[in-house]
């Protein structure tokens, strides 16, 4: 595609509940990231693919966050036993190099009820 | 201490004043060096990328960076409405596997 999509746009769960996030990055982007957009805050980094090394998970805030991402393609966001303190904006980017350019998606709000 | 630092904001000025917007960072050994533009319900987008100290122009968008202090900015000339946004400074670079970290951001606000 033309830009980072990901889905869904709009989620809204239970507390307790498990969610996935996914991100489809643009085509050739061997860097991938995952921030946190509280509202009204700037981005929390969470975690960042490049290429075939191993992902940097320094910013994953409990283990109940996963992320996996398959090759240069597709990643996903998993946040298990959800809670509300996890309601947020969920913003993916891709980049063709190390500290490149960033290109964002439009983002997945997660409200956490 | 977080690795890099900005002024929250928020900010409000009449159309055409000069706007500056500041971070300061902790890790001497950051290289790159950028400031993303945030529209509400928006992803951010690449304003100005630098990779040395000094000054890079972009039209009315001047980025500083200032290595010795590690200290950056933004300077927008003639500000417009339109400018009215959020603006994220981002640090990246000390190593070739390094992560790309944010500020939290000072959301601007042009008054016509």
């Known amino acids: 595609g033309a830009g980072v999509s990901q889905s869904p746009s709009n989620k809204v769960t239970e507390k307790g509940k498990d969610v996935e996030l996914r991100c489809d990055p643009i085509?050739?982007?061997?860097?991938l990231y995952w921030y946190r957009q509280r509202l009204g805050q700037g981005l929390e980094f969470l975690i960042y693919?490049?290429?075939?090394?191993?992902?940097?998970k320094s910013g994953l805030p409990s283990d109940r966050f996963s992320a996996e991402r398959t090759g240069e393609s597709v990643s996903t966001l998993t946040i298990q036993r959800t809670q509300q303190e996890d309601s947020a904006v969920y913003l993916c980017?891709?980049?063709?190099?190390?500290?490149?350019?960033?290109?964002f998606g439009e983002g997945s709000r997660l409200t956490v009820l | 201490q977080k690795e890099v630092e900005q002024d929250p904001g928020p900010l409000s000025v009449p159309e055409g004043a000069i706007v500056s917007l500041n971070c300061t960072y902790s890790?001497?050994?950051?290289?790159?060096f950028m400031w993303y533009r945030q529209y509400s319900r928006k992803g951010p987008e690449l304003l100005m990328y630098t990779y040395s100290s000094g000054n890079k122009e972009d039209g009315r968008f001047t980025a500083q960076v200032d290595k010795s202090s590690k200290y950056i900015s933004l300077f927008i000339r003639d500000s417009q409405p339109s400018d009215s946004a959020t603006y994220l400074c981002a640090i990246s670079g000390y190593s070739s596997a390094s992560k790309i970290i944010f500020g939290s951001g000072t959301r601007l606000s042009i008054r016509p």
């Open positions: 980017a891709s980049s063709l190099r190390p500290s490149g350019e960033l290109f």
């Open positions: 890790n001497s050994a950051f290289q790159y």
């Open positions: 085509s050739g982007h061997t860097a």
């Open positions: 693919f490049q290429g075939n090394s191993a992902p940097d």
